[in-house]
């Protein structure tokens, strides 16, 4: 019989455990009688007692040890309080681990019924000094907190408390990616930077996870509040771990019960929630925030604007994300314009779809100031557009963001500095006030901003052309030549077959699963650029991603960095790709290995990278290696064949598959530019830049 509170892990954390795909244990589960039976779960998704599982994975072999991290991970999901409780637990412990080290050894030194005895004075000492009296941190001990501390406290040891507490965190918020809506890491860096320098005081009045506070510098006092009371406590817990600075946190909802009805900070930053209805309409007809006007029932979000520039000092900056739905519905044009006459709204920043949740719409920076009694209103309204500066999708996982938030923030800082910037069409400008204030009062910025120039005008059109031209040339080039039959010998397919997984076990080649975490300023591979065949563009995660957008995990271990001759693999999506890594960059030497995708490093004696890839990419090979969930289809590379040939041979097959890659190579560089020469055409035929002959 199992013992109560065992840890129980599903088949996708087996899978993470042993470092291999979901079809392996799904696999192992059919061809072995002796392994696990599940001991809770679902019949379609049933989880397994972990002691049970770590039992019959060193029995095959196929585990040495598991990696403290995931250890202390099971032991999260395992609590009692459910994962929440164990993280509030977890945190407010590390912040003992962080704040208070000298006493965290004396209480790890004792026995557990000791340590369990004595830690609550000493952690409530240490939240009441960063988070001040009533905070919303209510820890909870349960059975076994003992082990669960002592296990946190070695996993900080190794990688720091904040990284640890980043860590657990991250793995919660990707487990449930529906749960939560998140601030992405980037899109709040922005946020901070359009606040400005010398903040020391800030609010985020629907605070979430906290991302964007934690990504102010130099704070003194952080105020943050969530209707959650979950959310209030894993944020007032980041926060505190992030930094230095005094943490004010509360749980309740802030339009209806303001927890800091006399702040008067230097920024707001916030993401409120979109589209409600429910937002106390009825309650707060008469409430003094309304400066600008009383927001209809439709209008949540110019609520939320009002909340903040309510608790702003003079002359303090507000930043909020927001849906752009809000700069043009026409039941907000009054309080639009008042914000406008009164000078309090300063910027609209159009994001490329992608930068944040929901993650199909570009969504918009407003960008506010409180202003002084009596102070003149500027002139005009600053609007940015980034959508053209990312025309290849979602800004978070592209190089381009780097760009968006440059354009963004030099754009600002100019205006904020002078009151005006050079007009850069499709891009920026500073529109009257008095223009903008027409029957609708419509903020969105692409309408009011003169159209970009075809693309960067004729002489980028004829460098286009120049490029497709060589392009097409070298692609004729490449042309593979007329397909011949097999040799005497036959098909390949005819051949001696082995697996990767059986290269793997026999020491021919390595593989690994990327996770896209590190540290430093690598580039990130990702599954896109495979696909696609384009550079690294991804970035390396703080934390571990969660979803789509969602915020990443620290690096728990050792970086996974491509290098020339590795063999890089999607495991998810239903198209066979696979990249033989150069020594040119762009291939992606030197960059970290993203999630969902495997390394294969094979030893040059025995595998030749390119004959590896080739084969790998058989799309026969990838349908008998492929297992389809519910929403995606998964490969399982361990189970890829290719033939037992030997070096000479693989040799020439490589050079043919290296020679394919190339023309595929020129193929699709020769697709992006005719799109770009055809968009840029229409662009200047369109706007009277081009002359039709």
């Not at 079809?23 to 001991?39: G, L, Q, Y």
């Not at 593989?511 to 696909?531: F, K, Q």
Request: net charge neutral.
């Amino acid at each position: 019989m199992l013992e109560e509170n065992v840890p129980e892990v599903t088949a996708a954390e087996i899978a993470r455990l042993a470092g291999v795909g979901r079809a392996a244990v799904s696999n192992w589960r059919r061809r072995h009688p002796d392994f696990p039976k599940p001991v809770g779960g679902t019949e379609t998704s049933p989880s397994f007692a972990l002691p049970e599982v770590e039992a019959w994975l060193r029995a095959q072999g196929k585990l040495a040890e598991v990696p403290l991290r995931e250890r202390v991970w099971q032991q999260i999901t395992a609590h009692p309080g459910g994962a929440v409780a164990a993280l509030v637990e977890a945190g407010a412990a590390l912040l003992v681990v962080r704040d208070r080290p000298a006493q965290w050894l004396e209480l790890a030194a004792l026995p557990d019924d000791r340590l369990a005895e004595r830690l609550p004075a000493v952690r409530d000492e240490a939240l009441a000094a960063r988070l001040g009296a009533g905070h919303p941190v209510a820890v909870r001990p349960a059975a076994g907190s003992p082990a669960l501390l002592r296990a946190v406290a070695e996993l900080a040891a190794g990688l720091g408390a904040r990284q640890a507490f980043e860590f657990l965190l991250g793995r919660h918020l990707e487990a449930n990616p529906r749960q939560y809506t998140l601030t992405p890491d980037g899109c709040a860096e922005l946020m901070a930077g359009l606040a400005g320098p010398g903040v020391r005081t800030a609010l985020d009045p629907a605070c979430g996870t906290g991302s964007p506070l934690r990504a102010l510098t130099g704070a003194a006092v952080l105020h943050a509040q969530d209707a959650s009371p979950e959310l209030a406590a894993l944020a007032a817990l980041r926060l505190a771990l992030h930094g230095s600075a005094q943490i004010r946190a509360a749980a309740a909802d802030s339009l209806r019960a303001d927890a800091f009805p006399d702040a008067a900070v230097d920024a707001v930053l916030c993401h409120p929630p979109f589209n409600e209805r429910n937002w106390g309409h009825e309650e707060l007809a008469y409430d003094p925030r309304w400066e600008y006007g009383f927001p209809a029932r439709t209008e949540s979000e110019l609520a939320w604007i009002q909340h903040a520039l309510a608790r702003l000092r003079e002359g303090g900056t507000a930043v909020l994300l927001m849906p752009p739905a809000a700069a043009a519905r026409r039941s907000g044009r009054r309080i639009r314009a008042d914000l406008l006459r009164r000078g309090a709204l300063r910027a609209v920043v159009s994001l490329p779809a992608g930068a944040a949740p929901p993650y199909g719409i570009p969504l918009q920076l407003w960008v506010l100031r409180r202003p002084a009694p009596g102070g003149a209103a500027p002139a005009g309204l600053l609007l940015v557009d980034t959508a053209g500066l990312d025309p290849d999708g979602p800004a978070q996982a592209r190089a381009a963001w780097t760009d968006v938030r440059d354009a963004v923030l030099g754009t600002w800082t100019a205006y904020d500095r002078t009151g005006a910037t050079p007009e850069t069409p499709g891009v920026s400008r500073v529109v009257p006030v008095i223009e903008l204030l027409d029957d609708d009062v419509d903020l969105t910025p692409a309408r009011h901003l003169p159209p970009p120039a075809a693309r960067g005008g004729l002489a980028e059109l004829a460098a286009v052309r120049e490029r497709l031209d060589a392009t097409l040339a070298r692609a004729a080039r490449l042309t593979p030549p007329p397909a011949s039959p097999a040799g005497p010998a036959g098909p390949a397919a005819s051949l001696p077959q082995t697996t990767v997984g059986e290269l793997a076990r026999a020491g021919a080649l390595l593989l690994r699963a990327g996770t896209g975490t590190g540290s430093g300023e690598l580039p990130v591979l990702t599954e896109y650029d495979v696909y696609a065949g384009t550079a690294p563009s991804g970035t390396v995660a703080a934390t571990a991603p969660a979803g789509s957008g969602a915020t990443a995990a620290p690096d728990t271990g050792e970086t996974l960095v491509a290098e020339p001759g590795d063999v890089v693999v999607p495991v998810v999506g239903a198209l066979s790709a696979a990249r033989v890594v150069t020594e040119d960059p762009a291939s992606g030497a030197g960059a970290v290995i993203g999630r969902n995708l495997q390394l294969l490093r094979p030893d040059p004696a025995a595998l030749d990278p390119w004959f590896l890839a080739g084969f790998l990419r058989g799309t026969a090979n990838t349908r008998r290696a492929s297992s389809h969930a519910s929403t995606a289809t998964r490969l399982d590379v361990r189970r890829l064949q290719l033939p037992r040939l030997p070096p000479a041979e693989q040799r020439r097959y490589g050079a043919r598959f290296r020679a394919l890659a190339e023309f595929e190579d020129a193929l699709r560089l020769a697709g992006r530019l005719g799109e770009q020469l055809v968009q840029g055409m229409y662009d200047g035929l369109s706007d009277g830049s081009v002359t039709p002959r």
